[in-house]
């Protein structure tokens, strides 16, 4: 029994903390789950995969997929626009924004549609 007990509290303290897309930028260089809803999804010519949260106006953190990954995925944009989505990772800074890398849809939830 008492070891069970100590697997729980270490299963319970390992568990991931959640924020928001706007908060993420408090949680540099942590391992964290961001949810929030995505507004767009992009591919640039270099085939990197961009999830933007947020809004056309603030759009403070975005989830990348590099091209060598993204047939892991499928249709990012049917799975993920203008839905309400979590992405787990490191959280980075990338620029003036903040940014999880995925590498596996399991790092990747669509919550609500």
């Avoid at 789950?33 to 995969?49: E, F, L, P, R």
Wanted: net charge neutral.
């Amino acid at each position: 029994m008492k070891s069970i007990v100590i697997l729980f509290i270490l299963i319970s303290s390992c568990a991931l903390a959640q924020t928001t897309p706007d908060s993420a930028k408090y949680h540099l260089d942590e391992m964290e789950t961001v949810c929030g809803h995505v507004y767009a999804v992009h591919v640039n010519d270099k085939g990197v995969s961009s999830i933007f949260f947020g809004d056309k106006n603030n759009n403070p953190f975005n989830a990348a997929i590099f091209a060598i990954d993204i047939r892991k995925f499928g249709d990012l944009e049917k799975q993920c626009l203008d839905k309400k989505v979590c992405v787990t990772g490191w959280i980075k800074k990338s620029g003036s924004k903040t940014q999880v890398i995925i590498t596996e849809p399991s790092q990747l939830h669509v919550v609500a549609e």
